[in-house]
């Protein structure tokens, strides 16, 4: 079921957009955080959960899937959505950032990747073609183009080859694209360097793909860098289609990227940080296994609406966390994506209302408590 972007709105002093999309009847606005679920499951949580925290799209894991259960499996159960029971739409990455997480460089070249199989060391390879062949059986509603992940810093010459290489798969991955139903996403490198960015973006275009995405980012380089590649980025991109910054979720830079025209997001942080404890508030991130919370029987956030917040106190939510209860993390895991699909409805709100830059401001003020570094 393909669906398409339709720009609503630019705020008047960033560039910011305000879109939507519709999916079985439901419009969504842009932009918009998604839930990861890398093995077909947002961890811990069930679908119905997710949805109850007004979650729209959800992201899972190619390479993953690949190795469990198989995509010829979920082939036969219908495809990611059957096979979950998930009725929202859903993003397929390529298996790219493996590139930057399990290969080493030696082990890429113009065929593909060799990887070994992180669970049992047998010897993988991963081409443009078999990402897509992968993401076209798992039927999911958006796929994305194979792509070369490098870490930062990196050299320009390196980088130059790299941008290429990934510009070729690009276009490879694309003629072995086949299924009608889904839409095809390519993915712009370059580091932080603003002639590679552009060139990589301008060529992504040439060859045309149903929306594109920034890679390459939360890779090691500090945050000022990362908004720089951003815009380096997207100043080049088509106003009409998807913007996506892969693996981005810290909340100032849902915010600082909204700022520089993404639409899509996401990021395991949410629910990983919910298995070791970890909140996000009003204001700022808190560590619910501090000692200071062991007899406080007030919500995770007293402003929040969600599950955790109002039916379980601090002190419960601790309890659970410090015995290791699943529960705890589950809790944890509703509060933490509601915040974030929340704090993207506020910069929606914001955008529709050009109040984005005061927003930003008040919420570094609350969030951090001092003057905060990053810059626009």
Request: net charge neutral; glycine share 8%; with cysteine.
């Amino acid at each position: 079921m393909k669906f398409e972007y339709n720009l609503k709105k630019k705020e008047k002093h960033t560039d910011a957009r305000l879109g939507e999309f519709t999916y079985n009847g439901i419009t969504y606005e842009t932009p918009m955080f998604m839930p990861v679920g890398t093995e077909a499951c947002v961890k811990t949580l069930s679908p119905e959960e997710v949805k109850g925290v007004n979650a729209g799209i959800i992201l899972s894991n190619t390479y993953h899937l690949w190795l469990r259960p198989g995509e010829d499996t979920v082939a036969k159960a219908g495809g990611l959505h059957k096979f979950m029971n998930y009725d929202g739409p859903i993003l397929t990455d390529s298996g790219g950032f493996q590139v930057f997480s399990l290969a080493k460089p030696k082990n890429i070249n113009e065929d593909g990747v060799a990887f070994k199989n992180h669970l049992n060391g047998d010897r993988l390879f991963l081409t443009p073609e078999k990402s897509i062949e992968i993401q076209n059986k798992l039927d999911s509603d958006i796929a994305m183009s194979f792509d070369e992940c490098v870490a930062y810093p990196a050299e320009y010459d390196y980088l130059k080859k790299s941008v290429e290489r990934t510009l070729r798969w690009a276009k490879r991955g694309k003629e072995a694209f086949n299924n009608p139903n889904q839409m095809l996403f390519g993915i712009v490198q370059g580091g932080n360097f603003a002639d590679l960015r552009q060139h990589c973006a301008e060529e992504l275009v040439k060859i045309g793909f149903d929306g594109y995405a920034v890679g390459g980012t939360s890779v090691g380089e500090p945050k000022p860098i990362m908004y720089d590649m951003v815009s380096y980025s997207t100043k080049h991109l088509p106003e009409d289609k998807f913007r996506y910054l892969m693996g981005v979720g810290d909340p100032i830079d849902l915010i600082e990227n909204s700022i520089r025209g993404i639409d899509l997001f996401d990021c395991v942080s949410p629910t990983r940080l919910a298995r070791h404890g970890h909140a996000y508030t009003q204001y700022g991130k808190i560590n619910i296994k501090n000692s200071k919370y062991k007899e406080d029987f007030t919500p995770i956030d007293a402003n929040c609406n969600c599950y955790a917040c109002q039916n379980y106190t601090k002190a419960y939510v601790r309890h659970l966390i410090n015995v290791k209860e699943t529960f705890g993390a589950r809790l944890l895991s509703i509060h933490n994506i509601n915040y974030l699909t929340n704090l993207m409805r506020q910069i929606r709100e914001n955008i529709k209302n050009d109040t984005l830059l005061d927003f930003r401001k008040e919420f570094i003020k609350n969030y951090y408590g001092e003057k905060y570094d990053g810059e626009i």
